[in-house]
């Protein structure tokens, strides 16, 4: 399967040290998942997407150069081993639908089964925009139809807790289509996993469906606070009131001071503008 990185901040930070430099990094997981890799990025609050399928990301120096240089309040990337659709820049994540930027790490077991039934409730006008046949693209706009009944998905400001609820609602109606998720991460390739992360930018909201997916929100020790004018507290300790400064996702932990926590099974955890981190479980 594939491999999940996600950053929200309250500054503009670089993630160089996680997606290349630490010792298990996304690019040193790309030895295993070999089939193209996406960054996406915000600058001044509009998604910038940089990704390549003609090479895994430790071979590239696009993709170091790119990590080398990013430096921003929201980052996504993505490491691909793909299971459905071809290999090919249509079908590499991160996809992107106006602000809104989407990695999946999953399948849809007996997807060309299913196809049709999951884009026959994707809105049409979103539908229009689907360019690859992978799996994951349907599944970010079968979310986006579910959040647009909700909210205008053109306004940035948008809750934490209105995107939770969408994905919810959307993963529980995606399940009654192609039945429910493996429980265990290593059940198989073939199998249904429906792990991702979406944002617009200022929120982000993860779902841990099968495939492992960790987080963290603090650190044993910021190197940074004598000169941070963000660092509070919740910097090195586990929050005592929701606000944080940071969320990181990452299918793996990462080598470094942050503290990881596993998302549960179901599990759903998001921040939007406010910083304040909404958790929230889903069962199937």
Known sequence: MCRLFGFRSVILSQVHSSLVS??????????????????????????????????SAIKSNLFKKVSGVVSSQTVVA????????SNGLLNTHPFQYGHWVFAHNGNIKNFDKFRDKISNQILPELKRFIL??????????????????????????????????????????????????????????????????????????????GKNL????????????????????SCENATKDGFINHLIFSSEPLSGENIWIPLGLGQIIGVDGRMKIVIDVDDQ
């Open 214 to 233: 960790y987080y963290s929100t603090y650190k044993t020790s910021c190197g940074d606070k004598d000169s941070c004018p963000s660092y509070s507290d």
């Open 132 to 209: 690859g046949d992978t799996d994951s693209e349907l599944i970010f706009y079968f979310v986006l139809s579910f959040l647009s009944k909700k909210v205008d998905i053109s306004i940035k400001d948008c809750k934490a807790e209105i995107v939770i609820e969408a994905i919810k609602e959307a993963v529980e109606e995606l399940t009654k289509v192609v039945g429910p998720y493996s429980e265990k991460d290593d059940s198989g390739n073939t199998e249904t996993y429906l792990t991702f992360l979406l944002t617009n930018g200022e929120t982000m909201v993860a779902h841990q469906g």
């Open 22 to 55: 630490a010792d298990n990094a996304l690019v040193m997981q790309s030895n295993e998942h070999p089939d193209g890799w996406g960054v996406g990025y915000y600058v001044q609050g509009t998604p910038h997407i940089i990704k390549s399928a003609e090479s």
């Open 78 to 85: 993505h490491i691909r081993n793909s299971t459905q659709g």
